[in-house]
């Protein structure tokens, strides 16, 4: 592992003083000359058949240039894709635009383009849509039941495929259990809810056959791909730019039908395209999250050991798979074991199709599902023997000299001390005093209540997903580095030009980092799944390696010396033994660039590139503490303490790993406090605006105390193992079995999401909890 100086310190993030100054460039900021702005009418309906659809009084509307509707399109864009491994998978046709029949309320109908942006959203307003209602199913359970309207009318059912895995002797385990501990869990619809929503520009220059994607993606190469292969066009024919993206949480991991709808546009028009999603749009057509529920259950030992595990679950898909779509609930299978070592775990996961907008990658992706429901039964097995959480924790955690070690899940985690983490959080929250002032304030009828969550996760997304990287030195001394993570908002440009620029010797500010543009970088994957500083930071630093090798060759030429003599420090390449004969990494491009008496096969040319493959994932892992007062009389729920202790591996930037913390602690509250998406029963978007999408705002948030372990991964020559999502994984149980701590008195055992003061209001009002709560 290199020495540095720059790893490991606290960099503010570069990206921010535009971003701050309102000079960032988002997709909709592309100016492009003679613009056609496009609009989008969507169902109102969850399920009907299009009977008709007459738009002759929108194309005589001034400024109206042309409309399209599904049938318009039919053979000329391809379906959107979906990716997962998986023989019982059932994937309908999903087009950019419903021909026949619609699926959910938001499903896109027709296309207007217009010179202006109101007069092309105006004139969806004047398109006649004859539908016939279908009966619809939103309740995953219930679409999977006899009976219920079926979606897809090719397959018996709504079954959108099964996973299944099974390792260990259940049976036994359960057989000889001291005790069954079982739970049923509701992991809620979340909207993700980015800052920027999602827009899209296209271009089409004729002559030279380029067309030019603008989207606020995560993924440019991948989309670029697709697109090619959905519009039928070589693949160096299509560019994708990824300008500022302003946030994603996975919302953006995706190829969404207005990517592919605005490229055939451009091209089908021969002016350039644009479209900007409404805030009402985002929620109903941009993809949602979790949306899981199932029912858990675990044999245990008189002293707390956990023998075996059976999870049933039924995952809510929406009405068509998206990208990522049936690979998420599997993730939630592969991580239920946690912490822990279980030694028998049988899962059975269900996808179910609804009509409802699609379930796909949302922060955490599968892990926070997962961790829920692992932390809540170590909760309730603790209650049920009673025993202190915390020891259960303990009897159940894989020792330190046991890593790598492999789940009952098929996993195998690189390396991890979780009670060192446990021991710190413990430490830092003061859990001793708590449980006494705990039993004095119940005295005073106070409810106050401690949550744990140890959690680990999977990150890095490898084998399976490589990261590109290349790094380029000018002749000025300049170091430009190109990755194919296309970071939005996580402060890659920071984190890569630190490890950049300790890797040659340079100063931050010389060192450029580029990415977003297919044109530009020249292959990638994205940034999802905490893997961008985990993989792709490290093809750059693989490639910075190459440059300084290939810059001690250089140099060994420039200074007349072997290269075995030409040694590297203090950003100086030198002779061994001689200091004064030196040359800086910009001397050495300068003159390399002006020899022209190098030896054969010496390139002057200080460029290298790398493409970095993990052969495993990699698996951060941490303690979080939650300390919550609940008043109830009021169901009011207020953090009084929050704690987190986070172990990413080997830290790059403190600061990025902070930001990240405090922005993933936050989601996690707010999925367990206030957010929901709700449809009624007849499909209806009964949560579609931000006036009725409760997220937490900055009072509702505590001061977070957050402190790290370091144990750094083997996966990697630097150890990291990735941050990106671990607030939110640890957040949501820690707050979750808070507020059930809390409420114990009242016999409460469980709640589930979001934990509002009505549900607690009520709770504590039945005759058969009000008792206890009172005494």
Not at 70 to 89: C, E, F, H, S, V
Not at 403 to 418: C, E, I, R, V
Not at 567 to 588: E, H, M, N, Y
Request: charged share 25%; with cysteine; net charge neutral.
């Amino acid at each position: 592992m290199p020495v540095s100086k720059l790893v490991g310190a606290k960099v503010k993030r570069r990206e921010d003083p535009a971003l701050v100054r309102g000079l960032g460039r988002y997709v909709d900021d592309v100016k492009l000359p003679g613009v056609l702005h496009v609009a989008i009418l969507r169902s109102p309906h969850a399920h009907a058949r299009i009977v008709r659809i007459d738009t002759d009084e929108v194309r005589r509307q001034p400024g109206v240039v042309a409309v399209f509707t599904g049938a318009d399109l039919r053979g000329k864009i391809a379906a959107l894709p979906t990716t997962a491994d998986n023989p019982t998978l059932r994937v309908p046709e999903h087009r950019v635009l419903a021909v026949d029949k619609v699926c959910y309320v938001g499903e896109g109908v027709a296309a207007v383009a217009a010179e202006e942006r109101y007069a092309a959203r105006d004139a969806l307003d004047l398109i006649a849509v004859d539908y016939e209602p279908l009966p619809a199913v939103t309740d995953p359970e219930r679409a999977l039941a006899a009976g219920a309207p079926v979606i897809h009318s090719q397959w018996p059912d709504n079954l959108a495929f099964r996973w299944e895995h099974k390792q260990g002797d259940v049976e036994r385990a359960f057989e000889q259990a001291h005790k069954i501990v079982r739970q049923k869990l509701v992991h809620q619809r979340l909207a993700p809810v980015a800052l920027e929503g999602r827009a899209v520009a296209a271009r089409y220059l004729a002559a030279e056959k380029e067309l030019t994607v603008w989207s606020s993606t995560q993924i440019p190469h991948i989309l670029k791909s697709h697109l090619a292969r959905m519009l039928n066009l070589p693949q160096d024919q299509v560019r994708v730019i990824a300008p500022d993206v302003g946030g994603g949480f996975g919302s953006k991991l995706n190829v969404y039908a207005e990517e592919p709808l605005l490229a055939y546009l451009a091209i089908a028009l021969g002016r350039p395209v644009k479209w900007t999603e409404e805030r009402g749009e985002n929620m109903r057509a941009t993809i949602h999250g979790r949306g899981q529920t199932g029912e858990v259950a675990a044999a245990v030992a008189e002293d707390g050991a956990i023998l075996g595990l059976r999870y049933d679950v039924v995952a809510d898909i929406g009405a068509y798979h998206q990208l990522f779509t049936p690979a998420i609930p599997p993730f939630t299978g592969r991580m239920l074991s946690g912490c822990y070592k279980i030694p028998a775990i049988a899962i059975e996961v269900k996808g179910a199709f609804t009509n409802k907008m699609s379930t796909d990658a949302y922060r955490g992706a599968g892990r926070p599902e997962a961790t829920y429901v692992i932390e809540r039964l170590v909760d309730r097995i603790a209650r049920e023997l009673g025993m202190d959480p915390v020891k259960v924790r303990q009897r159940n955690f894989p020792q330190p000299r046991e890593f790598p070690f492999k789940t009952a899940t098929g996993l195998t985690y690189d390396s991890g001390n979780y009670r060192a983490a446990l021991d710190k959080a413990l430490r830092l929250a003061g859990y001793a005093e708590l449980r006494r002032e705990q039993k004095r304030l119940r005295g005073r009828g106070r409810y106050l209540g401690i949550g744990l969550s140890t959690y680990v996760e999977i990150c890095a997304m490898g084998p399976g997903f490589s990261e590109y990287g290349k790094v380029e030195v000018e002749p000025t001394g300049k170091v430009r580095v190109l990755t194919g993570a296309s970071p939005h908002g996580q402060g890659q440009k920071t984190s890569f030009a630190q490890i950049v620029a300790d890797q040659l010797g340079v100063a931050l500010d010389d060192v450029e980092v580029v990415h977003g543009d297919t044109a530009l970088v020249a292959r990638g994957t994205g940034t999802f799944g905490s893997r961008a500083t985990a993989v792709g930071g490290i093809a750059v630093y693989h490639a910075a390696e190459k440059v300084r090798e290939k810059a001690r060759e250089l140099a060994a030429h420039l200074l007349e010396a072997d290269v075995e003599d030409v040694v590297f420090a203090d950003g100086r390449f030198g002779v061994k033994g001689v200091p004064r004969r030196a040359l800086t990494l910009a001397q050495i491009a300068q003159r390399a660039q002006a020899t022209r008496d190098l030896p054969p096969g010496l390139d002057p040319e200080l460029a290298a590139e790398s493409t970095f493959e993990p052969d495993n994932f990699t698996f951060p892992f941490g303690t979080h503490v939650c300390v919550v007062e609940v008043e109830p009389d009021t169901g009011q729920v207020t953090i009084r303490k929050y704690i987190a202790v986070d172990d990413c591996g080997r830290v790059i930037n403190p600061l990025l790993v902070d930001g990240q913390l405090h922005g993933g602690i936050a989601q996690g509250i707010g999925q367990a406090l206030f957010e929901e998406i709700v449809y009624d029963e007849n499909g209806q978007l009964l949560t579609g605006s931000l006036m009725d999408y409760a997220l937490p705002r900055a009072a509702d948030l505590p001061r977070f105390r957050l402190a790290r372990t370091e144990t750094p991964t083997p996966v990697n020559p630097l150890g990291i193992k990735g941050v990106g999502e671990a607030g939110t994984i640890g957040s949501t149980p820690a707050v979750v079995n808070a507020v059930v701590d809390a409420l114990a008195p009242f016999g409460v055992s469980h709640i589930d999401m979001p934990i509002t003061p009505e549900k607690i209001w009520n709770i504590c009002r039945r005759p058969e909890t009000a008792a206890g709560g009172r005494k």
